[in-house]
């Protein structure tokens, strides 16, 4: 059994998946444990979908032609900021220019940037896709909720061999995944996530992004200032 830090440091975003089934009764207990998730007031604002087999296949396929076709989803809501600035636009690139190197895309080869993004919408051929979703009237805070839940996730899926990778992707593809799925118009899509057992042959699940050290993100206040 990994210890919490063990769970938490050792988990990376997993873009090649093994097609190995993944019990239901497994998808059950790691969502059992991550509904132990705080939230305010205990509203617990999250809804999962959990996809399988030729309904998982379905939707990829159709989600992947449209990606293929250059036909452009529209985000639910704002994710990024509207103007890039360093140092999160130099930690953005950072982070994608590695992860193409570890596939060996080259810089400037938008074609294979296409098709490895494309791949998102395959669930990276994981036998297990969640597609998650919030009540359209929550605010900011549920949201901040939220990512407690999914964090919980991925890290609950670790003890049972599993690995994951949250995908915001899915995002901008709604209207077309509310349609296939059956979800309400009053529910916003938040992301969807990738779930299964990691290929570890593939060497893009080598990539790790490098992590801030604490002098650059923490502040220890050892005396309040004057008014």
Do not use: N
């Given at each position: 059994m990994l210890t919490v830090e063990e769970a938490i440091t050792g988990r990376r975003s997993i873009r090649a998946f093994l097609d190995t089934p993944v019990p239901r009764e497994t998808i059950d207990r790691i969502l059992t444990i991550a509904g132990r998730a705080p939230s305010g007031s205990n509203i617990q604002p999250w809804k999962v979908w959990v996809l399988e087999g030729e309904v998982r296949k379905a939707l990829s396929a159709e989600l992947k032609a449209q990606h293929d076709a250059g036909i452009e989803g529209e985000?639910?809501?704002?994710?990024?900021?509207?103007?890039?600035r360093d140092p999160y636009l130099a930690r953005r690139r950072a982070c994608g220019f590695g992860l193409y190197a570890?596939?060996?895309i080259a810089k400037g080869d938008t074609a294979a940037m296409k098709a490895q993004h494309g791949r998102n919408f395959l669930f990276f051929d994981a036998p297990v896709g969640l597609i998650f979703t919030i009540d359209d009237d929550m605010e900011v805070g549920s949201w901040l909720d939220y990512g407690m839940f999914l964090q919980s996730i991925m890290v609950a899926a670790r003890?049972?061999?599993l690995e994951?990778?949250?995908?915001?992707?899915?995002?901008p593809?709604?209207?077309?995944i509310k349609k296939r799925l059956g979800i309400p118009d009053?529910?916003?899509?938040?992301?969807?996530?990738?779930?299964?057992?990691?290929?570890r042959s593939n060497t893009v699940n080598e990539f790790t992004p490098e992590r801030l050290?604490?002098?650059q993100f923490v502040h220890y206040v050892d005396a309040l200032k004057g008014d």
């Open positions: 985000w639910p809501y704002a994710y990024y900021p509207v103007t890039w570890k596939v060996g003890a049972f061999g994951t990778c949250p995908q915001a992707a899915f995002a593809r709604h209207k077309t009053s529910e916003m899509v938040v992301c969807g996530m990738a779930l299964g057992y990691a290929d050290p604490l002098g």
